[in-house]
């Protein structure tokens, strides 16, 4: 597979890789794929007081576009509101990525990553309150 | 050292440079580049007595008589003339054929054509170790069983089969035997008469000759049939029309004659490198190797390195150049039929990357080689959030994934 220099760039350098508590209240976490598809995702957000996230890491197992679609992802959604962050859509990463169409479905994989993440944080938040 | 350092010799094999320098005399108006059919002047008496020269090579390697060598385009097409050709001749003798899961496609996609066709296909499940059981092919064989194709050595995991075992098998039950030699020739010695063998495919750009040139032999005593698949001139003694490519045909038979001479110096050299290779690796945690280490060609060696996805291991050893069973280096999307097939579970096929070392592998090579694939393999580890839970102690079996 010849990839776009994105994606070598986000492969080569991945931004924002790590953990986060995920017992912490404020952290929401996404983990989607699956092992035996050849990928897995794992996605955290810090989300502040104001419900903006401030802070986003990743795990990913999977090919050069899933690792770079989620790397990708970390940066788009720091500084944006649950709101904002649960309406990026797949095709916007796999634009900006320049993905082949064989590797569209790694943007998608990502797309669901985030949207688990804001639930996780959502249920969170709602055990929390009751 | 050149870089990228090219371990993919089971993809292909680059042209030895003595072969090349063979096939070039016979392409330029200065050269013998005549027609060998060709039976009214020097140019194709030249060039009929070079192909019969390479016939008296390739026949050797294989200790066969020449005349049942017979030129094609490669093992694919040698395959497809071995098995519809039998399929088709011997039609109403029986309609049933028995073939394994881990053949190559070439075998594979000509089978399920003759079952499009009508005929009946058993495909045999290997063992876990790569390797047939003899006694499931010989419960496999009918009164309509009219062929039996097996490979001799796999492509993916380098396994070699008991050619001679299934041979006598066959034989004593009157069926015929094709085996695909592609991945074989020069690595494994082979004897058509002891291995009791019918129908053999050979390729020569595996075994350092060019691409585009291949032979099927085709057993005369006692004399196999096959109808021909390509109609023309009446060639090959009919069996493949179509004008001789002198100059392939040249390459493949100083390829296959450097071979006999080299093959076991070569194997014992490969061998050391492999283990020199192993050696470097296997320390390292939840790396497995697939198919039997054993019963195994020296220059294979496939790994799986649990946690880490194929592709991007490749993208990260940019350096080399290897292949994966992953299924993100198909346009399918599916994971390696092969490893499936031995019962390695998909994450393990994900995860696994096919070494294979050849002619102008060094030493230096597997030197340089060894560090590189280790730092990757625990930058991509530290990356992955599966090795991540594994070093907590969690059983990814015992999760609930969303596959998609």
Known sequence: MSYGTKVLDHYENPRNVGVLDKDDPNVGTGMVGAPACGDVMRLQIRVNDDGVIEEAKFKTYGCGSAIASSSLLTEWVMGKTLEEAAKIKNTELAEELALPPVKIHCSVLAESAIKAAIKDFQDKQQDTKQ | ?????????????????????????????????????????????????????????????????????????????????AIKGVAHFYQKKGKHLITSKTEHKAVLDTCRQLEREGFEVTYLDPEPNGLIDLNKLSDAIRKDTILVSLMHVNNEIGVIADIAAMGELTRSKGVLFHVDAAQSTGKVAIDVDNMQVDLISMSAHKTYGPKGIGALYVRRKPRVRIEPQMHGGGHERGMRSGTLATHQIVGMGEAFRLAKLEMAEEQTRLLALRNRFWDGLKDLEEIYINGDLEHRIAGNLNISFAFVEGESLIMALKELAVSSGSACTSASLEPSYVLRAIGRPDELAHSSIRFSFGRFTTAEEIDYVIPLIRSKINKLRELSPLWDMYKEGIDLNTIKWDSH
Do not use: C
């Open chain 2, 1 to 81: 050292m050149h870089l990228p350092i090219y371990l993919d010799y089971a993809a292909t094999t680059p042209v030895d440079p003595r072969v090349a320098d063979k096939m070039m005399e016979y392409l330029a108006p200065t050269g013998k580049f005549g027609n060998p059919a060709s039976r009214s002047h020097q140019f194709g008496w030249d060039a009929e007595a070079a192909v019969e020269e390479a016939r008296v090579s390739v026949a050797a390697l294989i200790n066969a008589d020449p005349k049942d060598i017979v030129w094609t385009s490669g093992a694919t097409e040698a395959d497809n003339l």
